[in-house]
């Protein structure tokens, strides 16, 4: 049997659950899938195996979903794509065969906590670890041409007896950040594995919801031929994006706090107070002088019927900031403490038509990854160094800033720039020490 491969035939995946409209969409099945490297130090790789094996199997039990596959067969699901997989009672050891894998040779020791980041994506994103795009060409017509899962996950020696990697893959067309930190926090042998399952069944009704909470306008713009044509240009034709990736210093994150607390009470807004977030995506609005940029947000919590944090799936979208909403700190926090539809106004510009969009727009875009992950432990004793989000560089649209947690209690920024120096972005941004300058200097 081939890693990613389940030889079943179509009575083993008994149930199918229609996807959302995004997620049949060629927006999600051509994206890349959701991946991340961990990083250990004092456990051998065979001992991180074994248990991170059985954690997987844990898992499956309680989210058979992810041993599923995506299929389109429209006499018997209809137009819409279906997630099919087996609500396992006992997993069988070919099912996690198809997952699981330890020590691939394209990436035995190839990989190692040192190397250069650029390196790390090409030697992973080539390698059997990556879940591939479902796209043009994976969709087939009918469940038992495909045996291709859409869960990956990858244990590997990375240069030493005492060290090792975990890599861990999911389709993006089944699982956003919300979806998949929640899965790959589950596999840490300090998460409750009794409680929290995921519900894979897809809350139809939220599709237009969530348009209506965007904003009809906003929706519209981020599909739109100007934004799309834009977005493909910068990825295809501009610049190479180069990475800066840094701490967060508390200090200065401290400092501008206490100043948008002191305006807040100036104003009268008692209740207003900024999250990192906030202070991070102004800082990185002002640093693009962007036209306009685009924040995603999780609609979980914030739309009527998805209220509850734990629908599998992906119910993130974006929210359009322009200068007026993200010059400030305070700005960010007022849009998304406004509720549903989140932009009222774009301040006195309406928003860019096709030329404007294709020829003169600065975008930037930023994504928060750090709200999702505390530390994976599969072996006590076994320390977590570094935890990296893998992304395609050459994919890279326009300016791109990523939040998330190279480690427990710490967070930090990968800002991938086509337009800036090291010092520009420094001066700017809210940034202290290096995440590491072997990586990412």
Same mark, same amino acid.
């Given at each position: 049997?081939?890693?990613?491969?389940?030889?079943?035939?179509?009575?083993?995946?008994?149930?199918?659950?229609?996807?959302?409209?995004?997620?049949?969409?060629?927006?999600?099945?051509?994206?890349?899938?959701?991946?991340?490297?961990?990083?250990?130090?004092?456990?051998?790789?065979?001992?991180?195996?074994?248990?991170?094996?059985?954690?997987?199997?844990?898992?499956?039990?309680? @989210? /058979?979903?992810?041993?599923?596959?995506?299929?389109?067969? =429209?006499? *018997? &699901?209809?137009?819409?794509?279906?997630?099919?997989?087996?609500?396992?009672?006992?997993?069988?050891?070919?099912?996690?065969?198809?997952?699981?894998?330890? @020590? /691939?040779?394209?990436?035995?020791?190839?990989?190692?906590? =040192?190397? *250069? &980041?650029?390196e790390l994506c090409k030697v992973v994103s080539s390698s059997s670890a990556i879940v591939p795009r479902l796209g043009p060409g994976y969709l087939y017509k009918s469940a038992i041409d495909v045996g291709r899962l859409l869960t990956r996950m990858t244990v590997v020696s990375s240069g030493s007896d005492e060290s090792c990697a975990v890599i861990f893959s999911i389709s993006h067309t089944i699982a956003d950040g919300h979806t998949y930190y929640h899965i790959l926090n589950k596999l840490s042998i300090t998460s409750d594995l009794l409680q929290s399952p995921m519900q894979v069944k897809r809350v139809q009704e939220a599709g237009p919801k969530m348009i209506e909470a965007q904003g009809k306008a906003d929706y519209d713009f981020t599909t739109s031929i100007g934004h799309i044509g834009a977005a493909a240009m910068g990825a295809m034709f501009g610049k190479k994006a180069r990475l800066y990736t840094y701490y967060v210093d508390e200090t200065k994150i401290a400092a501008e706090k206490a100043i948008c607390e002191e305006r807040a009470l100036k104003e009268g807004k008692e209740t207003i107070i900024v999250s990192h977030n906030d202070i991070i995506t102004s800082a990185f609005g002002n640093c693009v002088g962007g036209r306009l940029i685009n924040m995603a947000v999780n609609w979980r919590g914030r739309v009527e019927g998805i209220m509850d944090p734990l629908y599998a799936g992906n119910y993130e979208y974006v929210l359009w900031l322009d200068k007026q909403q993200y010059q400030s700190p305070l700005g960010v926090r007022e849009c998304l403490q406004s509720g549903p539809p989140y932009f009222k106004s774009h301040g006195d510009r309406p928003l860019p038509g096709m030329w404007e969009a294709l020829t003169k727009c600065k975008f930037g875009n930023i994504v928060n990854w750090a709200g999702f992950i505390g530390e994976l432990v599969f072996v006590e004793g076994c320390e977590q160094r570094l935890h990296v989000p893998i992304v395609p560089m050459n994919l890279i649209p326009y300016e791109?800033?990523?939040?998330?947690?190279?480690?427990?209690?710490?967070?930090?920024?990968?800002y991938f720039s086509k337009r800036f120096g090291r010092d520009e972005i420094l001066e700017k941004m809210p940034f202290g020490e290096p995440v590491s300058s072997n990586m990412f200097g």
């Open positions: 049997m081939k890693f990613g491969i389940l030889n079943r035939d179509e009575n083993y995946f008994s149930v199918a659950e229609p996807l959302l409209p995004v997620e049949s969409s060629a927006q999600l099945t051509q994206e890349a899938a959701v991946t991340t490297v961990t990083f250990f130090s004092g456990a051998s790789t065979e001992a991180v195996a074994e248990v991170a094996r059985e954690r997987l199997r844990m898992v499956l039990k309680s @989210n /058979p979903w992810i041993a599923g596959k995506v299929v389109k067969d =429209t006499k *018997k &699901y209809g137009k819409r794509c279906q997630l099919v997989f087996s609500p396992l009672n006992d997993v069988p050891d070919d099912v996690i065969d198809a997952i699981f894998q330890v @020590n /691939p040779p394209e990436l035995t020791d190839k990989i190692h906590p =040192t190397m *250069k &980041y650029e791109t800033c990523l939040i998330f947690r190279p480690i427990a209690n710490r967070l930090a920024v990968m």
